[in-house]
């Protein structure tokens, strides 16, 4: 009899994601650097031309240095910590695949908040352990009609709205309504769903991929209060750009806090893997020993020293990326699309069905972010380029518009759960549930101890 993998592994699936599908884009006769990928979050200048020379100048020929130690010493430096508060990682996806190896028994529970990063469970599923799916905010279930994605035996709807899609952002504003006054009721509604199901392990994407939800600081303190014996791992990958964002170093010395953070978003180096962890040294430790050896190779270290040298740069596309977000968003509802407020420089837009328009646009030479991965069928996120960039997606809508390529309701205002955005008691002033600030706009219910999907109705 042929060898067995694990059971933990049978009916996993990998995680979908944005970026180009080489196979797709030689099918349509796209060569990759032809298409402007708009579903890609990263830096709109590139990476700086000294990131590029470094790259091409290490030394691939030896072995790197398998704890990055001059690289860990320089984000030590940047982030006012020491060394040992730094795991160097193979982008900030070893961070969080080996945040469950190390914390997570085969049986044991960790909670994922969604919408959001498909790989946190796709991490505790390798790890043997159970996904409890918490799908914040029941639109459906507050316009007094059921979800018609719900699954059986799914975790309780959380009723409310978290932001109007029609609410206009100011520079920096956060989108959430996760503000300090509804802090307390958010991360005891939330801690109590994490210690009734025994979790060991709790990811947050801050700021929420994809819906630019960012919490304020004494939302996550109140949370690693709450849950003395659950590890927080708050995903960072994005923080570089939003507008004023808190200091999460401030909490490094917590014992139950792992923080994440990407390179290859704030500097534009997808193509290299690169990130790292932040936390305390005994929460490292077992990280640091589940790490392969040598995970981070020559060039990707020697890119993200120089990269270090040039935080102007992160400044000046963060800045681009948010003044071209306003602009986008402006253009787009002009068309008569609904657009979602973000604290992030990505956003996401309703089209009625996010599949057909990506398709569309793609053969236009243009790519949006399906949601439909995210249990949101009728979105697409969109990331902001430079403004002749720009211009050219929203010429690819206007013809993918006039072709009647696509089917799209214009100006209806509808939310992703099929309730008229006008009519969303809870805006960003006044969520019904204060889980529902968590990830903005009118969710749906989500699936314990599954791989199922919430599809919205």
Known sequence: MAPRPRRALHGVARCP???????????????????LDFSVNSNPLGCHPAVRQAAAAAAVERYADSAATVLARALAEAHGCRPEQVLVTAG??????????????????????????????????????????????????????????????????????????KKEMGSGQQASGATADNAGALTDEVAALARERGAK???????????????????????????????????EAYVAFVADAWPSEALLGRSNLLVVRSLTKDHALAGLRIGYALGAPDVLAPLRLAQPAWSVGAPAQAAALAALDHPEHVAAGRALALAERSFLQRELRALGFTVWPSA???????????????????????????????????LVRIAPRTRPENERLLAALRDVLA???????????????????????????????????????????????????????
């Open 17 to 35: 994601h944005g970026g180009p599908d080489h196979a797709e884009l030689a099918a349509l006769g796209h060569r990759p650097g032809d298409v």
């Open 201 to 235: 392990l709790l990811y947050l994407c801050q700021p929420n991929n994809p819906t630019g939800t960012y919490l304020p600081q004494a939302t996550v303190a109140r949370l690693l209060d709450a849950l003395p014996d659950t590890l927080v791992v708050l995903d």
């Open 92 to 165: 900030s996806l070893e961070a969080l695949r080996l945040a469950a190896q190390a914390y997570l028994e085969p049986g044991e529970v960790g909670v994922v908040a969604e919408p959001t990063f498909g790989e946190y469970a796709l991490a505790i599923q390798l790890a043997g352990g159970l996904v409890e799916r918490l799908w914040l905010g029941a639109g459906g279930a507050a316009a007094g009609h059921a979800d018609s994605g719900s699954p059986e035996g799914a975790t309780p709807p959380l009723a409310g709205f978290g932001v109007s899609p």
């Open 403 to 457: 072709s009647g390529d696509h089917r799209h309701v214009r100006g209806s205002g509808t939310s992703p759960c099929g309730t008229s955005a006008g009519d969303a008691k809870g805006s960003l002033e006044g969520a019904s549930s204060p889980l529902a600030t968590l990830f903005g706009a009118g969710w749906g219910n989500g699936d314990s101890h599954s791989q199922r999907r919430c599809v919205i109705g």
């Open 344 to 378: 992030a420089h990505f956003f996401l837009v309703d089209v009625g069905d996010a599949g057909t328009l990506r398709a569309a646009l793609l053969r236009r030479g243009v790519q949006v972010r399906d949601c439909t991965s995210f249990g949101l069928p009728a």
